[in-house]
């Protein structure tokens, strides 16, 4: 993975003995913080989508190979309508500051997984332009995944097989983890979700069979570096067995 320079605002980070090479985050608690502060809840995803910002240039800093950030799923469209507009709204105002928040520099290459159908050609138009612009870079790999559903991506892998005239009655876990969204990337090692909640929401789960997990009482708005730290520092003390033993 290649080295860069530190940008201001990243220097002087601290080490780590053990890195996940696949981190995923929940970014989960963006409403109850707007609530907290009677304030819309547009004004939750808005200050979380700062943080995401903060958050996977962070990790970047730090050597983290490939994290998969959970925007928005296929269960969000039942969610009002004006919520719903929000969130469109400000993930296109995102992919149109990605250029300059994004640059060469960060030596960050983005990804979006998930279903590109039910998005607005704009939309799919910018997330295209996004991952072109990006695509040679050879620094950390950000997963964003937008309208996705992990169920849903297991399924897809299935079809994709059988389009391919395979015989289902012979696949392997190979042949599925060959045909999901994340295909070529490890599994996930650590698993962070914020905002208390202790749950996968169907997050990463065919990749998530032997994650770690790391819950928080913190809303996603509220999540800061430490609370990063304090995730990985978790990390390399524990003792990963893959079903095996000590």
């Known amino acids: 993975m290649a080295v860069f320079k530190k940008k201001a605002g990243f220097e ?23 609530k907290k502060r009677a304030l819309p809840r547009k004004a939750g995803h808005k200050a979380g989508a700062e943080v995401f910002r903060r958050i996977s ?25 004006d919520e719903v507009n ?22 960050i290459a983005i990804r979006f997984i998930g279903e590109r159908e ?38 897809r892998a299935v079809q994709r097989l059988a389009r391919e005239g395979r015989d289902l009655t012979s696949i392997t876990e190979d042949d599925i983890s060959s045909h999901i969204y994340t295909a070529g990337q490890p599994d ?32 996603w708005p509220d999540f800061k570096d430490e609370d990063l730290y304090a995730a990985l520092s978790a990390y390399e003390k524990r003792n990963r067995r893959f079903g095996g033993t000590v």
Request: overall charge negative.
């Open 12 to 34: 002087n980070l601290p080490s780590f003995d053990v890195l996940p090479q696949h981190l995923g985050i929940i970014m989960d608690g963006n409403g109850r913080w707007a």
């Open 57 to 81: 240039k962070l990790c970047a800093h730090l050597g983290i190979p490939y994290v998969t950030f959970y925007a928005f799923s296929t269960e969000n469209w039942k969610r009002p309508a």
């Open 86 to 107: 929000a969130l469109m709204l400000l993930f296109k105002n995102y992919l149109l500051e990605a250029e300059r928040d994004f640059d060469e520099s960060e030596n």
């Open 118 to 155: 039910g998005l607005s050609d704009e939309l799919n138009d910018l997330m295209d332009r996004a991952e072109k612009r990006t695509a040679d870079r050879d620094g950390t790999i950000i997963n964003l995944a937008v309208n996705y559903g992990g169920r849903l991506e297991i399924v």
């Open 188 to 219: 996930a090692d650590l698993i962070i979700r914020p905002s208390g909640e202790q749950r996968l929401s169907n997050f990463l789960l065919w990749q998530s069979a032997y994650s770690e997990f790391w819950y928080s009482d913190v809303l």
